[in-house]
């Protein structure tokens, strides 16, 4: 009966196959989603808070997560921890946020003696990202500080960036803007504490453009898996962050920051699935 069988079919090929008709493709059963993970080590010298002449050192991890398939988007290495409601090709928008250390007499007790602690701050916000062209990025963030300081803060950041083989070169302009509250928190000085000090004079800080500067990084991609970026930043203080005592005569004008990372990418099934 099985050869039987097996003749019927074996024939029934041939006869189809002698009148040129095509075998039904089955597709198989699609495969479940799958979401690539980035796990990233940082590793960065700034200053030790806005406005001083001294580099402190951070180390911190961070992740990221995109759909597979999805291309890879470029991400400058000062971006705030972003993640989109919307999102195109050429414009994406969202929500970010941003940690700021604060400035405590323990980084500098010779010129901080007498002024105040300013504690570390969490600043939730909103970005908006846009390509008008493939290898020009535009992105601002505004974001409202909590703990150290009350106030909003923002920045606004032009990158050109350019592909090359496993080379990723980025380059662009910086501005910082910070609101009443937070230059009040990190520049201003009361009288009490110009008394205390002895170095600086009493001076209120306002609000508005807070430093312009740039930022380049290179980003090299060793395997789908491993990539390795190194970047370096200058900022100039403005306006009342620049005229401040506490920055002409305690810190500096110019802001330097330097990083690198490593990164590592690998796929995971959503658990939910």
């Known amino acids: 009966m099985l050869g039987l069988s097996a003749a019927l079919g074996s024939g029934s090929a041939r006869a189809a196959d002698a009148l040129g008709a095509q075998p039904v493709f089955q597709a198989p059963p699609p495969a479940p989603d799958l979401y690539i993970v980035t796990v990233t080590a940082n590793a960065m010298a700034e200053p030790r808070f806005p406005g001083s002449d001294r580099l402190t050192y951070l180390g911190y991890p961070s992740m990221g997560f995109r ?8 991400s400058a290495p000062d971006d705030g921890l972003s993640f989109s409601f919307l999102e195109s090709p050429s414009l994406r928008i969202g929500a ?28 939730p916000g909103v970005f908006a990202e846009v390509w008008p062209v493939e290898w020009l990025r535009a992105r ?61 004079t009493p001076f209120r800080a306002r609000g508005g453009l807070t430093s312009a500067g740039a930022l380049g990084a290179v980003t090299y991609k060793w395997s789908e898996q491993w990539a390795t970026t190194v970047y370096a930043g200058y900022d100039r203080l403005t306006g009342d962050a620049a ?4 920055t002409r005569r305690l810190g500096s004008q110019d802001q330097f920051k330097v990083g690198a990372k490593l990164s590592y990418s690998f796929a995971i099934t959503p658990f939910w699935r």
């Open 140 to 200: 601002a963030e505004v974001r409202y500080g909590f703990n150290g300081y009350e106030g909003v803060v923002g920045n606004l950041g032009l990158d050109v960036v350019q592909r090359f083989g496993r080379f990723t070169f980025s380059l662009g302009p910086r501005l910082d803007f910070g609101g009443d509250g937070f230059t009040n928190a990190y520049f201003s000085v009361t009288p009490f504490e110009a008394a205390l000090n002895g170095r600086v």
């Open 243 to 246: 005229e401040s005592p506490i």
């Open 67 to 74: 759909r597979a398939g999805e291309p890879e988007r470029f």
């Open 96 to 123: 970010v946020a941003r940690y700021e250390s604060g400035r405590y007499f323990s980084d500098d007790r010779k010129n901080l003696f007498g002024l105040r602690d300013v504690k570390w701050s969490i600043e």
